[in-house]
């Protein structure tokens, strides 16, 4: 059974700091490319890609609204993966979701909302 859980979420101010984590099981963790993607209020049909990081770890793509301010890691021992996000923003007030390249399933998410 696939699953993705993700946590980490809350209520921070404007400039504050969040760490996200996801963990994976059911799919082939080693194999994957893991994503990190937000959904905006109002844009219930669109998630926003932010970041990549590719199995090993030692690649990582960022989308151009949270280059230099998040980052991505993972942990393969632990199946997890990781978003550490600086400078916070009112703007990135969102749901946030990890996904695995090796399979279509989205987690539940968790909010993130940035007080200004």
């Known amino acids: 059974q696939v699953q993705l859980v993700e946590s980490g979420g809350g209520l921070v101010q404007a400039g504050g700091s969040l760490r996200l984590s996801c963990s994976g099981s059911?799919?082939?963790?080693?194999?994957?490319?893991m994503y990190w993607y937000r959904q905006t209020p109002g844009k219930e049909r669109e998630r926003e890609f932010l970041a990549l990081i590719g199995p090993s770890g030692t690649i990582t793509t960022y989308a151009p609204s949270v280059r230099g301010r998040f980052t991505i890691s993972r942990d393969n021992l632990a199946k997890m993966v990781y978003l550490q996000m600086n400078s916070l923003q009112p703007e990135d007030t969102a749901i946030y979701y990890c996904?695995?390249?090796?399979?279509?399933?989205w987690g539940q998410g968790t909010q993130v909302t940035v007080s200004s």
């Open positions: 059911g799919f082939s963790w080693e194999d994957s490319n």
């Open positions: 996904k695995s390249s090796e399979v279509d399933f």
